[in-house]
């Protein structure tokens, strides 16, 4: 649906105008796909020295977007594709709400969908491989609502590719499938799921990663208690489940495809670390095409029993039916930010100034926000994780000829003190100061 890509866009692009977007996360994946659109491995070198991003996280089909970024090689080329990706997962859901429901109520659970706080939260939060699983989930979870599981499965395989842990929404829809009577065709996708999951972090993703490790195999470590573990903290865990449901006032939980929301959940409340249990960053946006169309499939299924029935019941139900879907557009309407339209401050097209004098092809080390700006046209790694050219980086990060860094640095992801004493540090290490301006200083080795 054209508005919401349009709405997405104006979330998330003008953004990086302002240097408001950050190498973790947005200039990695530029590395990557950039890696991929020069027909080469998806390396990363925010990450580490030659760092392939197939050792941190399995996700080949990021490679799809790489024609795209060699025709327009910029860090804006990834926040339109996920404006469009997200536009693209409304084309199911709204054509099943039309269907079901009729063209108005239709059209505004598609619209309450494409506004929903899962997508908008992922668009400002630049660009994630999350944005590829959205249409897919969409369509496969449409084609399980109208009893087409071949299809169902098939949309859902190649979830396997975009991200290890989509394997969970693999098993789901595998376990659903088996329920409704394709025990074949179930259990061959619970199967896939297990293996192909099992296949990324335990023999690709190691054999790939620096440490020969998959490096996030401590989330899923036992300790404890196992239902303390998974329901406790109470309240962040509450509120998220809350949060999940109140679109759809919950008439979602009337739908059996609610039940795809139980194993993600589950998974990310039993990690240890509290990034993944609330509402914030992108961790939302695969659970919302599962949300709407269980909404849709919750509103047909209870104007199926008030057409069985007579009386209050049966047009209460029929009331439920009509309201929900203005309600669900009016929640998401009440809960999204407008755009902030803003254009580069003076500031900013200052700093953009100082960051020309970098040529294109150079090593540089840059303060996280300004990676992104730097990562179509430059080999960028994580300041302050850098040596002098002539020695070995530590911890296996690149060296870098050129530095890029803010005066005055945040704290995320390498702490304020340590930057600044790595920025005392450079004069020392034969860097000096070629340009400044705008908060920002770009430093040059000069032996």
Request: hydrophobic fraction near 55%; charge should be positive; aromatic fraction near 10%.
């Amino acid at each position: 649906m054209l508005p919401v890509a349009v709405f997405d866009l104006l979330l998330s692009v003008p953004r990086q105008w302002r240097m408001e977007t950050a190498g973790f996360d947005l200039g990695i994946f530029e590395e990557a796909v950039r890696g991929y659109a020069r027909f080469g491995a998806p390396v990363a070198a925010l990450k580490g020295t030659g760092f392939n991003l197939l050792g941190d996280h399995f996700s080949p089909l990021l490679a799809v977007l790489a024609p795209l970024y060699r025709l327009f090689p910029c860090a804006a080329t990834l926040l339109a594709a996920q404006a469009g990706l997200f536009a693209l997962s409304c084309v199911p859901v709204t054509g099943l709400a039309v269907e079901r429901l009729g063209r108005l109520r239709g059209v505004a659970v598609g619209l309450a969908y494409g506004l929903s706080w899962g997508l908008w939260k992922a668009s400002i939060f630049d660009f994630h491989e999350v944005a590829l699983a959205v249409p897919l989930i969409a369509w496969s979870a449409v084609a399980l609502a109208r009893g087409r599981y071949r299809a169902a499965v098939c949309w859902a395989l190649p979830l396997l590719l975009v991200k290890e842990d989509q394997g969970l929404l693999l098993a789901g829809v595998g376990v659903y499938v088996f329920c409704r009577g394709r025990r074949r065709l179930g259990a061959a996708a619970v199967l896939a799921a297990i293996a192909g999951t099992l296949l990324a972090v335990l023999v690709v993703v190691p054999a790939l990663n620096p440490g020969g490790v998959y490096s996030y195999g401590a989330n899923g470590a036992w300790h404890g208690d196992p239902l303390t573990r998974l329901l406790l903290p109470w309240q962040p865990k509450q509120d998220t489940v809350i949060m999940l449901l109140a679109p759809t006032l919950f008439v979602a939980l009337r739908s059996p495809l609610a039940l795809l929301l139980v194993l993600p959940l589950a998974a990310r409340f039993w990690t240890p670390a509290p990034t993944y249990w609330g509402t914030g960053y992108h961790y939302n946006a695969v659970l919302m095409p599962v949300l709407f169309v269980a909404l849709v499939d919750g509103l047909h299924r209870l104007r199926g029993a008030a057409g069985d029935q007579r009386g209050v019941a049966a047009r209460l139900r029929e009331r439920v039916v009509g309201a929900v879907p203005a309600v669900a557009l009016v929640f998401a309407l009440a809960t999204v930010p407008l755009p902030n339209l803003a254009g580069p401050t003076p500031a900013v097209r200052a700093a953009r100034q100082v960051l020309t004098v970098i040529p294109d092809g150079a090593t540089v080390a840059a303060s996280n926000q300004l990676a992104p700006q730097l990562t179509d046209r430059c080999t960028v790694s994580l300041f302050p994780y850098l040596t002098y050219p002539d020695a070995t980086g530590p911890n296996g990060r690149p060296v870098a000829r050129w530095v890029a860094a803010w005066d005055r640095p945040g704290d995320f992801p390498v702490p304020q003190g340590e930057q600044l004493a790595a920025l005392a540090a450079l004069p020392a290490a034969g860097y000096q100061v070629v340009a400044a301006g705008g908060g920002i200083t770009v430093y040059h080795w000069v032996g």
